[in-house]
């Protein structure tokens, strides 16, 4: 079974989940730098790849769970690799700057308003169900899983990225103190503003901090996450690991620009960042994701099928 927090109230934890998302919705995509282009294509596309391990076919229907702002979504319609996707969040918040995006990209897109543990489609009605960075925020991962392979055709395919591992989130302390203490003598030589006093309390005093605690509910290893999908019914199950240096930069990255307004900070310095990081991610996909053990990695992929 996955490492879980110390059991809360389900309702509760639900409930944490749509303030938090809702809170951080409208400046989701600009704070993990997500990209509805020609980099974001690839991304995804590459992760996807990674966590079926061979090059994605074409998926006339797809699901995605928790799909935020459309990530991997509006992406993965971009590049082909689905014909007509329906994406699911508990946060209203989210699906309305999904649909904004969606809209101005000139994509169909239906959105759903849903719980992941009571999925509101009808038996075998997809041909992919897939989701990013949203296992870990599920109470119920047993009753998610097999509403996943409810919905799922016969010989559907399932899969998830960006679930932090355990050993990850243990790597993630690290560059988060560091860019605290970094922080201050950064900002002045950047000439960064503060980030402005409403915006930091965004806009309830316990997002950040207390529902952060309450939203982040599993970490993984490889060997949960497999029991889980073959607990559920699934076959062909499959687990890699992802991103090392990039995380552990990226979270320092984000400690370090966390509370300056980033706005003020210079086009130089952004761009810097993001190309660093992309190199960083170049380095751990060609050099340590195929060598090392997936257990290392910060994150975790699934893929799996329904049996025919």
Request: net charge negative; hydrophobic share 45%.
């Amino acid at each position: 079974m996955a490492a879980t927090v110390p059991a809360l109230d389900t309702e509760r934890i639900r409930d944490a989940n749509i303030r938090y998302h809702d809170a951080a919705a409208r400046g989701y995509d600009s704070k993990w730098a997500i990209d509805y282009g020609e980099i974001g294509g690839r991304q995804v596309l590459g992760k996807l790849s990674k966590a079926l391990g061979e090059r994605p076919g074409h998926y006339p229907r797809a699901l995605e769970i928790g799909a935020g702002t459309g990530y991997f979504s509006l992406n993965l319609l971009r590049q082909g690799v689905i014909e007509h996707a329906v994406a699911t969040d508990i946060s209203p918040g989210m699906l309305e700057c999904l649909a904004d995006t969606a809209a101005s990209l000139g994509l169909d897109v239906e959105t759903r308003h849903a719980d992941a543990e009571a999925l509101p489609f009808e038996d075998s009605s997809f041909d992919l169900v897939l989701g990013h960075a949203v296992l870990h925020h599920l109470p119920g991962l047993e009753q998610a899983l097999s509403e996943f392979r409810r919905v799922l055709r016969p010989g559907g395919t399932l899969a998830f990225m960006g679930e932090p591992s355990a050993h990850g989130d243990r790597l993630a302390v690290m560059p988060k103190r560091l860019g605290a203490l970094v922080e201050p003598a950064w900002r002045r030589m950047m000439r960064a503003a503060p980030k402005h006093a409403a915006a930091a309390r965004a806009p309830e005093e316990d997002t950040y901090g207390a529902l952060e605690g309450l939203v982040d509910v599993h970490t993984f290893t490889p060997g949960s996450l497999r029991a889980l999908a073959r607990d559920a019914g699934f076959t062909d199950v499959r687990v890699a690991g992802e991103e090392l240096l990039a995380n552990v930069y990226g979270w320092f990255l984000r400690r370090l620009e966390a509370d300056v307004d980033p706005a003020t900070v210079p086009f130089a310095w952004h761009r810097f960042a993001f190309s660093s990081y992309l190199a960083l991610q170049w380095v751990d996909g060609k050099l340590l994701e195929p060598r090392l053990p997936a257990e290392l990695f910060y994150n975790l992929l699934l893929s799996a099928r329904r049996p025919d």
